[in-house]
């Protein structure tokens, strides 16, 4: 009787053990939003690059982020350019937007030529 006690205790104790890797799931998700939103990748890059998914994500944030500081660099140094860096920064949020989405459905997908840049990001 007291092994099926033991077996049952056994039981009892898994579905309170899965509560933290559900915690663990929604953590990654955050982190991995926070990637695409500018400088909040930093966030994402302190507490989750050990995370494959969210270091996937890091590196494409890290890539729009980049692109975003150039590109207000340029418009502030040529002020002629500057319609330009307004086109670069839409480009920068509508990637930013799909990278998101890819996020909020459990995808590791490259974004049009962020991805390929955001492979040589050494994390």
Do not use: C
Not at 27 to 34: D, F, H
Not at 36 to 43: A, D, F, K, S
Not at 55 to 64: C, N, P, S, T
């Amino acid at each position: 009787m007291n092994e099926h006690n033991a077996s049952d205790m056994k039981q009892e104790e898994s579905p309170q053990g899965a509560a933290p890797q559900q915690n663990t799931g929604g953590n990654r998700t955050l982190m991995s939003v926070l990637a695409y939103i500018g400088p909040l990748v930093i966030i994402s890059y302190l507490f989750a690059k050990d995370n494959p998914f969210v270091k996937f994500h890091i590196k494409q944030g890290l890539v729009l982020f980049v692109i975003e500081i150039v590109a207000w660099f340029l418009g502030m140094m040529v002020w002629v350019l500057w319609p330009l860096v307004n086109i670069v920064n839409l480009i920068t949020l509508i990637l930013s937007i799909v990278g998101i989405v890819n996020v909020v459905k459990g995808r590791e997908k490259m974004l049009p030529l962020v991805g390929s840049l955001a492979k040589h990001f050494p994390i």
